[in-house]
Each structure stands twice: as C-alpha cells, then as structure tokens.
C-alpha cells in the first residue's frame, strides 16, 4: 500500500504547498517507498507554482523531480484555478474557465512522464464533466 499526499493551496495553517514541505513530510516516514505524491493543478497554482507557460512549466516539473523525484508522481488532479498565481485559495474551477487556462493543462497532457499517471477531474460542475474530458483527451493529442 501507497500512502499518497496531495499538494495544498497554501491555506491557512495547511502544510504541503511547497515541494520543499512535502520532501519534509516524506522525510519523516520510515519506509519512504510507501509514500507517494498528488498533484492538484488548482492547489499548484494557488501555491505559486505557474504552469501556464511551456517555460514555466518545466521550472515547476524541475523543481518538482529535484527536490521529490518524479518517481513518487502517483496522481494529479485537473482542475482549474478560480483565485490568481500565489492567492492560497482552494477554489477549483472548470477547466479552461479560471486563471490556469488551457495551456496549462496542454503542457501538463503533453508531457510524457504524466503518460501512464492516473488523472483525476476534480472540477466543480458535473454537468460539464464529459465535454471536459473531451477536451483533455484532444489536448493530449
């Protein structure tokens, strides 16, 4: 069994919005190959971490695998971001409609060490969940 620990927004008195606090929360477990990580695209942004650039991006994925390790990526979740870079607010928006935009989620899609990583819509509105997931299976392409 996994142990998976997702990223926050920064909120409050939550820990885990830097990959530095969550390399320490790793660091505590004895048996650390039990311990993975999630992603929330909504919660990386609030946090600071801009991944809307294809330039950006790769800072963000180079900063993720030098101080985690791309190896303990076991999940994201896709979601847009209804609060601005750096705000600290856990507020998900439908993909393309916040301040993520779809470039965003292109880049991520595009990469292909997220290929076989599970990915997990976490938006607001149901009812938009099938033409969301169109989307991101054509951004993928």
Not at 22 to 47: K, N, P
Request: aromatic share 6%.
């Amino acid at each position: 069994m996994t142990a998976v620990i997702e990223n926050t927004a920064g909120q409050g008195t939550n820990t885990g919005r830097s990959f530095e606090e969550i390399a320490e929360i790793i660091g505590q477990v004895e048996d650390q190959s039990r311990v993975g990580v999630c992603l929330d695209t909504c919660h990386s942004f609030a946090a600071g971490y801009d991944l809307r650039t294809p330039e950006s991006y790769r800072q963000v994925t180079a900063d993720f695998d030098r101080i985690i390790g791309f190896g303990r990526l076991c999940g994201m979740h896709l979601n847009d971001a209804k609060g601005e870079l750096s705000c600290h607010l856990d507020r998900h928006a439908p993909i393309g409609d916040g301040h993520l935009g779809l470039e965003a989620f292109r880049n991520v899609l595009t990469d292909p060490r997220i290929d076989n990583i599970p990915l997990i819509l976490e938006t607001p509105d149901d009812t938009r969940w099938a033409a969301e997931i169109a989307l991101l299976k054509q951004m993928a392409l």
